[in-house]
């Protein structure tokens, strides 16, 4: 029998961006994020004096998150921070750990995939929501874009 693979329908799915004492809000869209290992190359001599490139694994980085939602009550705290955090009052903890989860809508309680934010500073605001009057289904857009020194990602809870 061949394996299953098991494939997420988003429609049904939002994200919950939160940390130990609060939830900062629930979003729709979610990019970025990816994780990237630098790779040092070093070089070897056999017996015969032939040099050989070889690398090993470095250091991790990575990319930006951004979170996209309706505009919302929830948006006047992120400015705060992302605000907070143009200030470059290092006095104040700008960094925060945090975590985005993913749920289902039907269950906004059982995480199915979190990844745990640490250190996040938001570093992108929009200047201007997102809009079109003429479409039907659009709505007033926000996004916020956060930089993390680290992210760990934690599997479904089965």
């Not at 299953?4 to 429609?11: N, Y």
């Not at 609060?22 to 979610?30: A, E, N, V």
């Not at 505009?71 to 400015?79: A, F, G």
Request: aromatic share 12%.
């Amino acid at each position: 029998m061949a394996d299953q693979v098991r494939a997420w329908d988003l429609t049904d799915k939002s994200f919950a961006l939160f940390d130990a004492t609060q939830k900062y809000g629930l979003f729709t869209g979610i990019s970025g994020g990816e994780m990237s290992i630098s790779m040092v190359p070093y070089t070897v001599v056999d017996h015969q004096g032939v040099p050989t490139e070889r690398y090993i694994p470095g250091q991790i980085s990575f990319a930006p998150i951004t979170l996209t939602c309706a505009l919302s009550d929830v948006v006047k705290e992120l400015i705060d921070w992302f605000m907070l955090s143009a200030t470059q009052d290092y006095t104040q903890n700008l960094a925060r750990n945090c975590s985005i989860g993913i749920f289902r809508k039907i269950e906004p309680d059982k995480y199915l995939l979190r990844w745990d934010l640490i250190k996040a500073i938001p570093t992108t605001l929009p200047s201007v929501y997102s809009y079109n009057a003429y479409v039907a289904s659009s709505s007033v857009k926000f996004k916020l874009t956060l930089q993390a020194e680290d992210i760990k990602i934690v599997p479904l809870e089965e």
